[in-house]
């Protein structure tokens, strides 16, 4: 029995062949494609060719690879210091702010589940009433969270 299914995929798999090729544009990019009447320059491949459906590595901008003008800017030490030191305590009352903001809203929500008992708070209405509570504790996690990762990631 196991046989038969084996069978019929070998019979039904030079079907899936289709032919390749390889369109290259005008700014010399290269695509390979089932589709010739995607683009000029089309040539049809080899049918015993390998093809590999790995994609390319990405390209790197032509500004990755400039230097920065002896004109740009520059920022002291001491300056970009400062500026941390302002931005880690923006960030520090921000974190507080939402810290007791979280503290407010999880105590909204367990007050109104509070109000109901078993059964009753599987009840749609009760569920459509508690849902943005809940809603509201998720936001200030999710921006505490947030806000920590920022502050992990200051030098």
Same mark, same amino acid.
């Given at each position: 029995m196991r046989i038969l299914p084996v069978l019929l995929l070998l019979l039904v798999s030079p079907l899936a062949q289709a032919q390749v090729y390889k369109c290259v544009d005008a700014n010399g990019a290269v695509t390979y494609t089932n589709d010739r009447n995607q683009g000029r320059g089309c040539k049809q491949l080899a049918e015993d060719q390998a093809v590999s459906s790995v994609p390319a590595p990405a390209r790197r901008s032509s500004s990755a690879s400039q230097p920065t003008p002896s004109n740009f800017p520059r920022v002291s030490p001491d300056a970009q210091r400062a500026r941390d030191d302002t931005r880690r305590e923006i960030l520090e009352k921000e974190l507080t702010t #939402? #810290?007791?903001?979280?503290?407010?809203a999880s105590k909204s929500l367990a007050e109104t589940e509070g109000r109901y008992q078993g059964a009753e708070r599987r009840l749609p209405v009760v569920q459509n009433r508690l849902q943005p509570l809940r809603e509201k504790v998720e936001l200030h996690q999710r921006n505490i969270d947030a806000l920590k990762k920022e502050l992990g990631n200051l030098k």
């Open positions: #939402e #810290e007791s903001a979280l503290a407010e």
